[in-house]
């Protein structure tokens, strides 16, 4: 495959004209044809260079840096467009790698109340400018733990929507323990997408999420997160799991999940310091990169056989694929996404929650600090150096900015670990669909 950076576009090629593109245009078509003579005939080499002049005239090829002045981005209007409502800081399972501490956030155990919920509702759409749909997931800790709030302020955006002129999709990440057939119901009434998770097999599950007396999870998840995804007609949830350096053979949670009939799965790898006996390192990354590549050739092989499932980070569409911001701002945390405690207090994303340092503002104030605001909506790929030389730039948008800081204390350098990870994950995902296509 031979990618073009700045079009996105994808090209499937033989061995000639790949390794033609190892010399020209660098090097004129005569050099190259002298370079690569007796291993191909000359006339053979000048077709193909035909060939590539041609893909470089239509801007299929070598072609150069187009977002900058986009006009999207130039006039870009940076406003909030989602919250992650932490409706419940404290949770019903323990996870050993649990980011959240927990779910307390290295704090008090504490319930968002139905008035910050409402402010928070109030607070997005009054910094949400012209952009009409809007997004709010319910997040903990665990929010069937305050099931009742999460009603109450579902109810309340209904209602202050419609006076806006916006709309908004209600989301949830749950571990699926409280689920009931109540619950479900109003879930799956109420919420455009379900997080579930689940690590995968039994005993890998089980050995990380566990409960506060000590006994695994599986079980008791298993038929209730099951029943949602059919509730839903297998479409918007994913079954979300992460893998530690206990299962690096994590092809197999993924492939587990799918077996045991789930269609969209997502399962990441944790991002945790060197300390912690479950944290992924450098020299993990080979069998990592190993297992996404038998991941693809599975994904593969069972959609041929009519088996196919959905993994999350090999889904990249090649047609259109995400607008100009998406791709050099990515989640948009700090500036257009920011997470709100049960206290009502501001922060760039869930994962900065906790480390005073970031708070943003409050939407009970309704104040938000828009000298971090700005610096975070300025973290594009053209500020980030190692971004700037990087293939995947407009795949990843950059990384994650709480790792970049978590790692190297600078929300503008990326984590190492999770670049190489997210560039296998794309070249996984772009020859799927190279395969595909070539096979229709």
């Not at 949830?237 to 269609?263: I, P, Q, S």
């Not at 929650?353 to 053209?382: Q, R, T």
Request: aromatic share 10%; with cysteine; charged share 30%.
């Amino acid at each position: 495959m031979v990618l073009d950076v700045n079009s996105g576009a994808v090209h499937t090629v033989d061995q000639l004209v790949y390794d033609v593109l190892d010399f020209y245009p660098e090097k004129d078509k005569h050099q190259t044809a002298s370079l690569l003579q007796g291993k191909y005939k000359s006339e053979e080499i000048m077709e193909v260079i035909g060939e590539i002049d041609q893909l470089i005239g239509q801007g299929l090829l070598y072609s150069k840096e187009k977002y900058l002045e986009h006009e999207a981005f130039k006039n870009k209007e940076t406003v909030v467009k989602a919250l992650c409502l932490h409706i419940a800081h404290d949770c019903n399972i323990r996870c050993r790698y649990c980011f959240a501490s927990q779910g307390d956030f290295k704090g008090e155990r504490t319930m968002m109340s139905a008035d910050v919920g409402k402010k928070a509702i109030d607070f997005l759409l009054n910094k949400s400018g012209n952009r009409r749909n809007l997004e709010v997931d319910f997040f903990g800790g665990e929010p069937l733990m305050n099931f009742d709030v999460v009603k109450e302020i579902v109810a309340y955006g209904r209602e202050k929507e419609k006076e806006y002129g916006k709309n908004i999709r209600f989301t949830m990440t749950t571990n699926g323990v409280a689920l009931n057939d109540d619950n479900m119901k109003y879930i799956n009434e109420n919420m455009h997408n379900v997080v579930l998770s689940i690590d995968g097999r039994k005993e890998i599950n089980d050995y990380m999420r566990y409960t506060v007396n000590g006994e695994g999870t599986y079980d008791v998840i298993l038929p209730k997160l099951f029943k949602m995804a059919e509730l839903r007609n297998h479409e918007n949830y994913y079954v979300r799991g992460t893998f530690t350096k206990h299962n690096l053979d994590f092809a197999e949670d993924v492939l587990h999940l799918a077996d045991l009939g789930f269609k969209q799965i997502s399962v990441e790898p944790v991002v945790a310091t060197d300390e912690h006996d479950y944290a992924i390192k450098e020299e993990d990354l080979q069998i990592v990169a190993r297992q996404y590549e038998y991941l693809a050739e599975q994904c593969i092989s069972r959609k041929k056989e009519g088996k196919e499932f959905n993994f999350f980070h090999f889904m990249i569409d090649l047609n259109q694929g995400p607008c100009v911001i998406k791709r050099l701002l990515g989640c948009g945390a700090g500036a257009e996404y920011l997470a709100v405690t049960p206290e009502g207090e501001l922060y760039p994303c869930h994962q900065f929650v906790g480390n005073d340092k970031f708070k943003l503002g409050s939407v009970i104030e309704g104040s938000l600090d828009m000298s971090m605001h700005n610096e975070f909506a300025n973290a594009h790929v053209y500020n980030k150096e190692s971004c700037n030389e990087c293939w995947a730039k407009f795949y990843c948008s950059g990384g994650c900015h709480a790792n970049a800081y978590n790692f190297n204390n600078n929300i503008y350098e990326p984590y190492k670990i999770g670049c190489e990870m997210e560039k296998k994950r794309i070249e996984c995902a772009l020859m799927i669909q190279a395969k595909l296509m070539e096979e229709e």
